[in-house]
């Protein structure tokens, strides 16, 4: 049956192919991906091949063929590495960590909430409240954070623009009691620009497209998404996204979270308020630069509940401390605008911020006496922005593109050193491989 299994689906472990080259390894893959099978190891490392479809290879009966089952016991798949960490976590009560890496596109979020969803599928036989209600949280979180955090790129219609990395917490008998999640650089240039054939953060298109007209009234928005500077450039762009059902979806997890009406509310202000934002324009009076469109300020003022003048101040001054001396110094027609699209990104980022703040004050780990219930135990789960080559980089995308080869570094620099101790300890004859 191995046999049968090896000459269909060639290798499902690199680490059995008699001799390694690039054409042999991408060989092995391309036949194993014509055959649907999408995870390869290599030793204890799975490699994932995204088929930009959805594959029946998730479901609960999937999840019970790997519950419990020691590593290579089955075919590969994530739900091995994710058991995998699960049982050294609670054998060894040691924190565990899953990285998951690769290029823009790769399938590394979905990756993700499978994971999650495979811990939270084979925790807790006991069905505690407590648990199921930490569980939800957790598993919820994923939407609200996709919605302001990602946006569609031309290699990706979900790309992630921020990096993630979860803890989820366990009590000593290995149920989930808590998690927090870390947020890294968010690309907030996106805010005010994109590539051609690219959107802006899917929330902007949410709200547009699936808020109520007493909800886009309040706001003085309209649901045309070309009426906005900020947005229009991927206005006319259909991802596979469905933004209208995405807003009820996320707006019910939000509930769910514990956010309160009125503060969904805000979110949706900010939103309008940067939107608005886009659409200021600036004329020269003389050597003095004006807001053009003045009705637009008092709205944005509204929306921000803050007074017309402190924010055309703000857009037409800047404070310059000279000394002792604190004096406003007007800006040109130039660095108004600069100034207007440094305040959007900055509104956003804040934002973003505080929704991963309120979040994980919902789901940190509350009321746990270490003294009584034992050690607490973390799987950590990184899911980083993926890497990406445009014709115009930002210095976001370069920073992006940066961490992944140091994290490649790393992954490289841990695998290839942990063999070779492995073969020092075994006292087997290798070929030393440098690390840089």
């Known amino acids: 049956m191995a046999e049968q299994e090896s000459l269909e689906f060639g290798k499902a472990d690199f680490v059995l192919m008699d001799t390694v080259s690039m054409p042999e390894f991408m060989a092995n893959l391309r036949l194993r991906f014509e055959k649907g099978r999408i995870y390869t190891f290599i030793g204890e490392v799975v490699v994932s091949v995204n088929p930009y479809k959805s594959l029946n290879i998730y479901g609960r009966d999937t999840i019970e063929q790997y519950k419990g089952r020691e590593l290579y016991e089955r075919p590969p798949h994530l739900f091995a590495i994710a058991d995998a960490a699960y049982k050294a976590m609670k054998r060894r009560s040691k924190d565990t960590c899953i990285v998951i890496s690769g290029e823009s596109g790769a399938g590394k979020t979905e990756a993700s909430k499978y994971i999650m969803q495979y811990i939270a599928a084979i925790t807790n036989p006991s069905q505690r409240a407590e648990v199921e209600r930490v569980k939800n949280m957790l598993l919820k979180s994923n939407c609200v954070l996709e919605a302001f955090g990602n946006a569609k790129t031309n290699r990706n219609d979900n790309s992630s623009r921020f990096g993630k990395y979860m803890d989820i917490n366990f009590d000593f008998k290995g149920d989930p009691i808590g998690g927090h999640i870390n947020n890294y650089l968010l690309e907030k240039s996106r805010v005010i620009v994109q590539q051609p054939g690219e959107r802006s953060f899917h929330s902007f298109y949410q709200l547009l497209q699936g808020g109520s007209e007493q909800i886009l009234r309040s706001l003085h928005l309209q649901k045309s998404l070309s009426s906005y500077n900020y947005i229009h450039v991927g206005a006319q762009l259909k991802p596979s996204i469905n933004d209208a059902a995405e807003f009820k979806v996320v707006a019910d997890a939000m509930k769910v979270i514990g956010f309160k009406p ?68 007007q800006h040109t027609e130039q660095e108004a605008s600069y100034g207007r699209d440094a305040f959007a990104k900055a509104i956003y980022e804040r934002l973003f911020c505080w929704i991963v703040t309120r979040i994980n004050d919902v789901i940190e780990v509350k009321n746990y006496d270490t003294t009584i219930h034992g050690k607490n135990t973390v799987i950590g789960v990184l899911d980083i922005y993926g890497f990406e080559i445009f014709d115009n980089n930002s210095f976001e995308q ?3 593109n940066y961490c992944n080869e140091k994290l490649q570094q790393l992954f490289i620099q841990l695998v290839l050193k942990q063999e070779q101790e492995e073969y020092q300890r075994e006292g087997i004859p290798w070929k030393h491989v440098g690390l840089l």
């Open 262 to 329: 009125e503060e969904i509310q805000t979110v949706y202000k900010i939103l309008a308020a940067i939107l608005h934002l886009g659409n200021l324009q600036f004329v020269v009076d003389g050597d003095t630069p004006l807001i053009e469109n003045g009705k637009v300020v008092s709205i944005i003022a509204e929306l921000l509940s803050t007074k017309t003048d402190m924010v055309e101040k703000a857009l037409l001054y800047r404070t310059v401390a000279t000394g002792r001396d604190i004096i406003d110094k």
């Open 398 to 400: 370069f920073c992006i």
